[in-house]
């Protein structure tokens, strides 16, 4: 439940970072939807363990959820910058 979760918070970062700052002009909504989501699950599942500590399996963690969209907007922050300097 908790992939679901990230994916959802990851995805509304994702939405909100091109509909309100302008990012990845040229590309579609949904490419950006799409990193937010799976930058999302990357911070939810892989950083966030570093970073705080470990909550049972299963149990909803406020800590971890800000990761997730944090490394969603990273990777969004990113991309944007990659899209910027060599148009990829």
């Given amino acids: 439940m908790n992939i679901v979760i990230w994916m959802l918070s990851g995805a509304i970062v994702g939405r909100l970072g091109?509909?309100?700052m302008g990012l990845?002009?040229?590309?579609?909504?949904?490419v950006s939807?799409?990193?937010g989501a799976l930058a999302g699950v990357v911070g939810g599942s892989l950083v966030a363990p570093i970073f705080t500590a470990a909550a049972a399996p299963g149990d909803f963690s406020f800590p971890?959820?800000?990761f997730a969209a944090a490394m969603a907007a990273a990777?969004?922050?990113v991309?944007?910058?990659v899209h910027n300097r060599?148009?990829?």
């Fill in 33 to 35: 939807t799409v990193i």
């Fill in 24 to 30: 990845n002009d040229a590309l579609a909504k949904r």
């Fill in 18 to 20: 091109y509909s309100v």
């Fill in 75 to 77: 990777a969004l922050c």
């Fill in 79 to 81: 991309r944007n910058l």
């Fill in 64 to 66: 971890t959820l800000y």
């Fill in 86 to 88: 060599w148009g990829v």
